[in-house]
């Protein structure tokens, strides 16, 4: 049998009288759903989630289908512009990504300034890049 001192026995016991009782925590939680603190922290979570929704999402899929493109088409071997493009995308793309990583691992829905101008950004280089897989395709239909 072992015998802790008289002041480990009594730090013990007021751990567990500060531990709060599992109708307490309920409480808790439920107060702070409620709280000016999490409302607003909800809100700015439903802004970062709208911007990702209509405007990083759809460059993704837009990218996606580009790339797709480019890889199943006589675009494939077109030569440096097609491969500055796609590099290009893919540097954007890493961009845009770390952007997303710095803001949802901090949980700070308000930081997208960065983001925003990567979305931009992506967004102008995929409009290029698609004129470039359009004009590919016209050159392809009259050669």
Not at 2 to 22: C, K, M, T, V, Y
Not at 33 to 41: E, R, Y
Not at 106 to 122: E, P, Y
Request: aromatic share 6%.
């Amino acid at each position: 049998m072992i015998i802790f001192p008289l002041e480990e026995r009594q730090g013990n016991d007021q751990q567990s009288a500060e531990e709060p009782l599992p109708d307490e925590k309920v409480e808790n939680v439920e107060g702070h759903k409620k709280s000016h603190s999490h409302i607003k922290k909800l809100r700015e979570f439903q802004q970062y989630q709208d911007l990702y929704l209509t405007k990083i999402h759809p460059c993704l899929m837009k990218e996606e289908e580009l790339r797709k493109k480019l890889h199943d088409s006589f675009l494939s071997g077109k030569g440096a512009q097609v491969a500055l493009d796609l590099e290009s995308l893919e540097e954007i793309h890493s961009l845009v990504t770390s952007e997303v990583q710095t803001i949802e691992s901090s949980l700070d829905w308000t930081n997208c300034s960065s983001l925003i101008t990567a979305i931009n950004n992506f967004q102008h280089k995929l409009q290029k890049t698609e004129r470039i897989v359009e004009q590919g395709k016209s050159f392809q239909i009259l050669g």
